[in-house]
């Protein structure tokens, strides 16, 4: 299936831009919103960035706040980790995780985002290495249903780390009591 094969090289090939071929000149904007495209793989444009959800991801402390109106590949970075993550987690747990990461001894931004890079090349190169390319349309929903669980086991896992490093971690990280 040509469709199946596409999956499997996209997920094996595209990756973000290292840190060292971010842009290290100040962008606007619509600038930013235009180069994230190019960062994660996409299907669609239904999850593309507008410049209402960079604002509030600035506001919600998950991206530093622009120099004026200017961003530059720190902001890039983030803005990379958060759309990555928001597939997967909500905005609060995004935020715990990223704040941990910025507290963690010797973790500046370079790090983190090479660190996130990294993590994420050996999380779709397994996902591509988990299923058959020469599969069938009868395949299909065998292979859906392993991603699937899979992904539900991931997310137990995260969810759990995620409720033990804010039991220990600063007050900031706790989730607060309904």
Known sequence: MEELLDLKRRLEQERPADWRELPDIAL?????????????????????????????????GLVPRAAGKRYGPIHLAY???V??????????????L?????????????????????????ALTDTAQSFDADAQR??????????ALR???NQLA??????????FGPAEHKKPKK
């Open 28 to 60: 606007y904007m619509d600038q930013i919103i235009s180069s994230l495209p190019r960062q994660l793989i996409h299907f669609d444009d239904s999850e593309a960035l507008t410049s209402a959800m960079v604002n509030n991801y600035i506001k919600e």
């Open 138 to 147: 009868e395949d299909l929903p065998r292979i859906a249903l392993d991603l």
């Open 83 to 96: 759309c990555a993550l928001k597939k997967v987690l909500s905005v609060r747990d995004t935020g715990v």
């Open 158 to 167: 995260c969810a759990r780390i995620l409720d033990i490093l804010q039991s």
């Open 151 to 153: 992904s539900y086991a």
């Open 98 to 122: 990223i704040s941990a990461g910025r507290k963690a001894k010797g973790q500046d931004p370079e790090a983190l985002y090479n660190y996130f890079c990294s993590a994420l090349d050996r």
């Open 79 to 81: 803005l990379t980790a």
